[in-house]
């Protein structure tokens, strides 16, 4: 962790920079830095939330709990991809960092919670319901990467989207099969 260099003014009247520690930290940690970060993760806590409390109230496997691990746990990986880029940028010929990459392990493990919650399932029907539960984590570690990417507005237009397509889609398919009951 490097210090930050202030500027110390001696009882003789002459000021000289020396290594200390910066308003706001404590041993060389950004507090004030940290808490704005923490914001993206409460905006993905937020929004990640709702759509797990729609799972929740329709009694579906994967609920609040779930969705809110896969919403901040996104926007904490995207986080700290940005900061391992800015602290590792430069100093190594050697260090290659790539924050897409970060994209696609977060991707790559929200798809395997997603083939558990279907291949958990027994029933064709539990199946297809187990299909809309990995596709709802999917969707919220989308909305928890937005978060991390500090695009909020984004965000919550998805997750409204998200909530329509789980409330309305549901009230539309109970629509069609009572008006058109399958043969």
């Known amino acids: 962790m490097g210090y930050a260099y202030i500027r110390v003014s001696t009882h003789r009247g002459r000021s000289h920079s020396s290594p200390g520690r910066a308003e706001g930290t404590i ?3 950004d507090l004030s830095g940290d808490l704005v970060l923490s914001g993206r ?3 993905a806590l937020v929004l990640s939330s709702t759509i797990g409390l729609e799972r929740e109230l329709t009694h579906k496997s994967v609920g609040l709990r779930t969705h809110v691990l896969v919403g901040v746990s996104s926007a904490l990986f995207v986080t700290l991809a ?5 602290r590792f940028t430069g100093m190594s010929p050697f260090i290659k960092l790539d924050p897409i990459a970060v994209l696609g392990a977060v991707v790559s493990g929200i798809s395997f919670l997603g083939a558990g919650a279907i291949f958990s399932s027994n029933t ?3 199946r297809r319901q187990g299909l809309t539960s ?3 984590i999917l969707g919220t570690a989308g909305i ?3 978060c991390g990417l500090t695009h909020y507005l984004l965000a919550l237009i998805v997750t409204v989207f998200y ?3 789980l409330r309305g889609m549901k009230w539309l398919e109970n629509r069609l099969t009572i008006d058109n009951p399958p043969p």
Do not use: F, H, N, Q
Not at 82 to 86: G, I, N, Q
């Open 134 to 136: 990995a596709a709802s």
């Open 124 to 126: 064709a029907a539990e």
């Open 41 to 43: 993760l409460l905006a």
């Open 27 to 29: 041993d060389g940690m």
């Open 163 to 165: 909530l329509l397509t």
């Open 144 to 146: 928890g990467i937005t």
């Open 82 to 86: 940005e900061l391992m880029v800015k």
